[in-house]
């Protein structure tokens, strides 16, 4: 237990050490060479107006959150989907992959006003798809190529004992997917809610995220984009956080692995 939490502490600690430096060097930096406020505000100023615009900011991180987790649980499950789908036909994965890595090279700025046309620009539904569209590509490409990219002899092996597809699939396919599966989690998962607040520039109802960043830079109110920055911030390292937990607890021989390594290395009692 003892060396769990060192370890915990050891992984950590330094993040947050070069968080807080960071801050307090950029407060200094602010007040020792003057700079003015609409430029770059100080932390504390940020912080004062996260504050007094607290029931403002929380509402608009509600909706914005709600778009983004939506389109990143849709996005997931529909790339796993046709992942295994594509596995199942390798025909169609040769043709779908290249069609899927061409797409997710695709600015999010050219999807959001398509999507405004195609489901309205007053909505969430048009959001919501920018968040899918960004979400589905890496988590289909990496899933698919973990289940396609399994060594040959293992799967010689499960045909020497006569398995069915099905039973590969489950013992051998699925856990060598589950890694890429992980890799592209985190990815996306901070990802939805930069294609959430990019997408909502381009249109939708005005008490998200993007538009209290958009609105307060435009009244020249830096502080409160900053404050508001910092909020979907927060949620992005939130989703981030969450992907951690989904990969720890789908892959527990790593954690088990990394303990190990823990409790093994010189040095370390």
Known sequence: MVRRLRGRIAVLGPPITVGVVGLLLWEAFVRGFGIREFLLPRPTSIMEELVDNWPVLRHAIWETGWIAVSGLLIGIMAGVALAFVTTRFRTLEEGLTPLAVVVNATPIVALAPIFNAWFGITGTLSNQAVVIAVVFFPVFIN????????????????H?????EWTILREVRIPNALPFFANSLRLVAPLSVIAAIV???????QDRIGNVITSNVAFVRYDVAWAAIAVASALG????AVAL???RASMPWRAAMGDGEYATTPGRE
Do not use: K, N
């Open 160 to 164: 020497s004992y006569a398995a069915s």
């Open 245 to 247: 937990l989904v990969e």
């Open 199 to 205: 997408a909502e520039y381009f249109g939708g109802p």
């Open 143 to 158: 899933t698919s190529r973990g289940l396609t990219e399994v060594h040959p002899d293992e799967i010689e092996l499960m």
């Open 237 to 240: 390292l939130t989703l981030f």
